[in-house]
């Protein structure tokens, strides 16, 4: 099966929570780009593809980076998502 991203992905390090209504996982994130991210899986975390989510980047204590995504791959160890909109890398504020 062929992927096709809006960009190329690029290595990075981050803290990110998947919140989908009532659950929240806390994952890291592996690499991303301006149209979407993929994760290391947390352990118990069930999401399907196509799924709304929504995914908080922090790095630090203080204000987060709320993106909205759709889940676009789930594998045994990792999750991809493609943003709503476009995202700087990494995602920010403003």
Request: net charge negative.
């Amino acid at each position: 099966m062929t992927e096709h991203r809006f960009a190329t992905r690029v290595p990075y390090a981050a803290r990110v929570m998947v919140i989908r209504g009532e659950d929240a996982w806390l994952g890291e994130v592996v690499d991303l780009s301006e149209g979407g991210c993929g994760l290391f899986r947390p352990e118990g975390c069930q999401l399907d593809v196509a799924e709304v989510v929504q995914l908080v980047f922090f790095d630090e204590p203080g204000p987060a980076v709320l993106v909205g995504a759709r889940v676009a791959r789930v594998q045994d160890g990792s999750l991809g998502f493609e943003y709503h909109d476009p995202q700087q890398v990494p995602p920010s504020r403003g």
